[in-house]
Every structure is written in C-alpha cells, then in structure tokens.
C-alpha cells in the first residue's frame, strides 16, 4: 500500500499474477483507473483527469495548502521570536560585561594613580634629604 503527498490513497492492492517490469497495460488490470492517481492529475490509463474523477482533490490540496503555509507561518513566527530573545538576552550579557570591564578599569586606575602619588611624594622627599645631606657635607 503507497501514499502519496496528500496520504491519499494510491494503490489498495497489489496487482495479481507475474510483474510486467513496472508497466500498467490498460487492457489487463480493469477497474484500476479510480484507484491510481498522480501528482500531475493525470492517470496513468488512458490520460483521463484526476480531478475530474474527484472534484474534491483540488479543494483538499488547497486546504492542505493552507494549513501548510499556516503551520510554516507560526514555525517562522516561533523562530523570529526566539531569534529576538536571544538577541536581548545577549545585549544584555555584552553590556554587564561593558561595565564589569569599566568598573575595573575605574579602580586600577585609581589604584595606580594612588601608586603614583605615593612615589612622587617619596621621590621629593629623598630629593630633599639628598640636597640638605650634600649643603651639608660640602
């Protein structure tokens, strides 16, 4: 038993006595016409339509169609949704990263900064003994 897009029905059984290499002869298998059919609407015995023989295929088709194209439609909506989540999600993990970075930045500099001043206080203060030591001992 096959089926094909639409899970429609193609083939209910299968056909009696040897294969004939995949070829249907239209005098051999009588009746068969109603039970095969094809994507393009065309059978396979004789050339007849398809949606002729079944009005409703072409509204069943559009139907599917529809609900196709609507499922696909809120596919693409979860996707986008999701899409945008993560990009928020990772804004904000950039920007408490930006300010972390920042914050730190902000306390060595003035960690080194402090260090600085140190040294330069420490630096005039030697400058000076150096200079009184050398009045001195001249």
């Known amino acids: ?8 029905l193609v083939v209910q059984s299968p056909a009696s ?12 298998f ?19 339509k398809t949606a002729a023989m079944h009005p409703q295929t072409d509204m069943v088709r559009q139907m599917a169609t529809i609900l196709k ?3 696909q439609g809120s ?3 979860a996707i986008k949704e999701e899409r945008a989540r993560d990009a928020a999600l990772a804004m904000r993990e950039y920007e408490a990263e930006r300010l972390a970075v920042h914050a730190k930045t902000v306390r060595l500099r003035a960690l080194r900064l402090a260090k600085e001043a140190e040294t330069r206080q420490h ?3 030697t400058n000076r003994r150096r200079r009184i ?4 001992g001249a």
């Open 1 to 8: 038993m096959t089926t094909d897009v639409l899970a429609r």
């Open 17 to 28: 006595g040897p294969p004939v290499a995949g070829f249907f002869w239209p005098g051999t």
């Open 30 to 48: 009588h009746g068969l016409e109603s039970m095969v059919s094809k994507r393009d609407g065309l059978s396979c015995f004789g050339g007849t």
């Open 69 to 71: 194209n609507a499922q």
């Open 75 to 77: 596919a693409m909506a």
């Open 123 to 125: 630096t005039k203060t």
């Open 133 to 136: 030591a050398n009045l001195l």
